[in-house]
Every structure is written in C-alpha cells, then in structure tokens.
C-alpha cells in the first residue's frame, strides 16, 4: 500500500530531500508519498526487463535504468521499475522528462496506480513511445504504445495484453522484440 503523509514541499526540495531517504517516494502535487516494499518476483521482473533492454540495445544509443532515475510529469515525480531513454541528458540530475520506455511491475497495491492514474500522465510525455504494466502472478503484460498512421501519433486507448510465455512484446519505436519466456524465466514453474 502507498502511504499518504503530511509531508509537503516543493519540486526541487524534494529532489534533494528523497536522495536522503531510505526507502522509495514519489511527489505527487507537492506530497512526498512513500512506497511499498517490493517482493522478490517484483524485483526479478525489474532486472529481466532491465538485463533484456541492455542486451538488445545499443549503449551508445541508449541509457537502461532501474527505479533510481526519477521521471519529472511536471505536477508530480514518479520512479518508474524501468526506464528507457536516449542518451544525453546532465550525468549529475536526479530526474528526466524524456523517457521513451517505462515499465511498472504490478503489486496488488498498485493496480489502480499503474492502470488508470500513471498511463496518461505518462502518456503526455512527448518522447514516450511505450509503457508496458508486467503481471507477477502469470507470464502477462499490459503495453500501451504510440499508433503509427496518423500525424499526431496517439497511444492506442487500451492496452494491448500480452499473454503467455511463447508471447513476445514488439517495440518497434527502439527495434527490440522481447519474448515473454525470458522475462518470465523459471517462474510459476511447478
């Protein structure tokens, strides 16, 4: 469960203030909210995403990064499980706006967050190109990405479920294709 405190103050205090902390926050319209716990699964799913852009990326092209990097949505700062952006950037800065991929392991506690409150804060992000909600009780993902046809290049309303290990998830924006056998690799195996 996320915890709701009276802890306010503004961007930039709080971006000091959180590298202080040790535990996980995010900023929400000027209230630091502090995150749950994670579980093995969820912190597994994290690194196999993160081990699988690595390896089909070029370096040189692309920063990978865990839940250490902040993405700045204006009225609030998240830390995504994953994140995927360009290179460049300031080296020393806590936050980005420019992410193009970013992955949210589900928890139970943060359904209604990574469904319906995150997508279209994240969604806004005009270097966005996908964000994809992966399951840890069963081989499934939920990918929303950019539609390719029109000049204003909308994400699809819905996300698209990808289900099952022989299942893969296409990201054409940085030309990788990830099967879900890797990422799901040696779990709910009986």
Same mark, same amino acid.
């Given at each position: 469960?996320?915890?709701? /405190?009276?802890?306010?103050?503004?961007?930039?205090?709080?971006?000091?203030?959180?590298?202080?902390?040790?535990?996980?926050? *995010?900023?929400?319209?000027?209230?630091?909210?502090?995150?749950?716990?994670?579980?093995?699964?969820?912190?597994?799913?994290?690194?196999? /995403?993160?081990?699988? /852009?690595?390896?089909?990326?070029?370096?040189?092209?692309?920063?990978?990064?865990?839940? *250490?990097?902040?993405?700045?949505?204006?009225?609030?700062?998240?830390?995504?499980?994953?994140?995927?952006?360009?290179?460049?950037?300031?080296?020393?800065?806590?936050?980005?706006?420019?992410?193009?991929?970013?992955?949210?392991?589900?928890?139970?506690?943060?359904?209604?967050?990574?469904?319906? #409150?995150?997508?279209?804060?994240?969604?806004?992000?005009?270097?966005? =190109?996908?964000?994809?909600?992966?399951?840890?009780? =069963?081989?499934?993902?939920?990918?929303?990405?950019?539609?390719?046809?029109?000049?204003?290049?909308? /994400?699809?309303?819905?996300?698209?479920? #990808?289900?099952?290990?022989?299942?893969? #998830?296409?990201?054409?924006?940085?030309? #990788?294709?990830?099967?879900?056998?890797?990422?799901?690799?040696?779990?709910? =195996?009986?």
């Amino acid at each position: 469960m996320n915890a709701r /405190f009276d802890l306010t103050m503004d961007k930039p205090t709080f971006l000091r203030w959180v590298q202080e902390q040790d535990r996980r926050y *995010d900023w929400v319209k000027g209230r630091a909210i502090m995150q749950q716990m994670t579980t093995r699964d969820h912190g597994r799913l994290a690194a196999r /995403f993160i081990h699988l /852009f690595i390896m089909g990326l070029d370096a040189g092209n692309w920063n990978v990064m865990g839940a *250490d990097l902040a993405v700045d949505l204006g009225d609030q700062i998240r830390y995504p499980d994953v994140l995927v952006e360009r290179v460049g950037g300031v080296g020393k800065a806590h936050e980005t706006n420019r992410p193009v991929v970013l992955v949210e392991v589900l928890s139970p506690s943060s359904v209604a967050t990574d469904f319906k #409150i995150k997508p279209p804060h994240y969604m806004a992000l005009p270097s966005l =190109e996908a964000y994809i909600v992966a399951s840890q009780d =069963e081989p499934q993902c939920w990918v929303w990405q950019r539609q390719n046809g029109t000049a204003e290049r909308p /994400f699809a309303t819905d996300p698209a479920l #990808i289900l099952g290990r022989d299942a893969r #998830i296409d990201l054409a924006a940085i030309g #990788i294709s990830i099967p879900l056998a890797d990422i799901y690799h040696g779990m709910f =195996e009986a």
